[in-house]
């Protein structure tokens, strides 16, 4: 199992730029891949994009394509979502994820692939 710890949220106007990093500790080797979701109030929970570990594929939703970047570090540490040109609909609670190696097929977006969540970090956007 590993630990996850996001960071890097805040309060920011539309059309500005955020960073957010997933720290993680633990058996990191263990992973597949790390995944961003979110949640904004009285919604589901709802995919963002994914980092794979081997290649560096990426993966994102349409709703933020072109708009956020997933990458992470050699060493398994770090994942990093970077948001340009936020929008006030992008306000949520950002989780960070991991899927761990197993026999299933990976579907990035569907939530029971990740044995692990972070706490989550605010991120507010305003118009």
């Known amino acids: 199992q590993v630990q996850l710890v996001e960071s890097g949220g805040g309060l920011v106007q539309a059309g500005g730029s955020l960073r957010l990093s997933c720290t993680v500790s633990?058996?990191?080797?263990?992973?597949?891949?790390l995944a961003w979701f979110r949640q904004a109030p009285g919604k589901e929970r709802e995919f963002v994009g994914a980092?794979?570990?081997?290649?560096?594929?990426?993966y994102y939703a349409d709703s933020v394509k072109g708009r956020f970047t997933i990458s992470g570090d050699n060493a398994k540490t770090t994942v990093y979502l970077q948001m340009n040109s936020l929008k006030p609909e992008d306000t949520a609670v950002y989780y960070c994820?991991?899927?761990?190696?197993?026999?299933?097929?990976?579907?990035?977006?569907?939530?029971?692939?990740?044995?692990?969540w972070g706490q989550g970090t605010q991120v507010t956007v305003s118009s």
């Open positions: 994820a991991a899927n761990y190696y197993t026999r299933r097929a990976y579907q990035p977006a569907r939530p029971d692939d990740y044995g692990s």
């Open positions: 633990g058996r990191a080797f263990s992973t597949r891949a």
């Open positions: 980092f794979m570990w081997s290649g560096d594929t990426t």
